[in-house]
């Protein structure tokens, strides 16, 4: 049975990833959209960047589903 405080504390972390996972994207488009304009093969940077994309979705789901259960523990 999942304990409300260990789920907050979940969520805590959860939040921290998707921040730092936001902020991993952005900057990751920032080198694809450098490596354009400096006409560079961008293959792996956009493959990267389809991988950060998806676990970030990933993630924001897992948050959902700790939210979801936070919600089921104070009803």
Do not use: Y
Request: charged fraction near 35%; hydrophobic fraction near 45%.
């Amino acid at each position: 049975m999942p304990d409300l405080a260990m789920e907050r504390a979940h969520l805590a972390l959860a939040e921290r990833d998707i921040l730092e996972g936001e902020d991993r994207v952005f900057r990751q488009e920032e080198l694809v959209a450098l490596m354009r304009s400096r006409n560079q093969d961008t293959t792996e940077a956009e493959a990267l960047l389809r991988l950060l994309r998806e676990t970030l979705l990933i993630w924001r789901a897992h948050r959902d589903q700790i939210l979801r259960t936070i919600a089921n523990l104070q009803n």
